[in-house]
Nanobody, 119 residues
Framework: QVQLEESGGGLVQAGGSLRLSCQDS????????MGWYRQAPGNQRELVAA???????EYADSVKGRFAISRDNAKNTVYLQMDSLKPEDTGLYYC?????????????WGQGTQVTVSS
């Protein structure tokens, strides 16, 4: 069974950086779409960034120019480099992947990693 494991969350001051990683630790499937969602308290889960197997990426307007998504297909790993972090970026960040579709949301979710940005 697929098991997505996230890492890299934490507490950072505004203006700082974090890098999230997510890997299928059991390396069972080859994934097409990979990406990250986030959910702040009281808000709905929203797409932050996504990337296809071919490297086509998309971003939420709120993170364009500050976040960069990338992937390593050989390692079945997706990364999210987050720079110039703002307090409104605070939330629980979830990794999401699908082996078939190039569009998210996909079938498999990680447990979430907390990102907290202090002002």
């Amino acid at each position: 069974q697929v098991q997505l494991e996230e890492s890299g969350g934490g507490l950072v001051q505004a203006g700082g950086s974090l890098r999230l990683s997510c890997q299928d630790s059991r390396n069972i499937l080859t994934f097409n779409a990979m990406g990250w969602y986030r959910q702040a308290p009281g808000n709905q889960r929203e797409l932050v960034a996504a990337i296809t197997r071919g490297g086509t990426s998309e971003y939420a307007d709120s993170v364009k120019g500050r976040f960069a998504i990338s992937r390593d297909n050989a390692k079945n790993t997706v990364y999210l480099q987050m720079d110039s972090l703002k307090p409104e970026d605070t939330g629980l960040y979830y990794c999401n992947m699908d082996p078939s579709t190039s569009r998210l949301p996909g079938r498999y979710w990680g447990q979430g990693t907390q990102v907290t940005v202090s002002s």
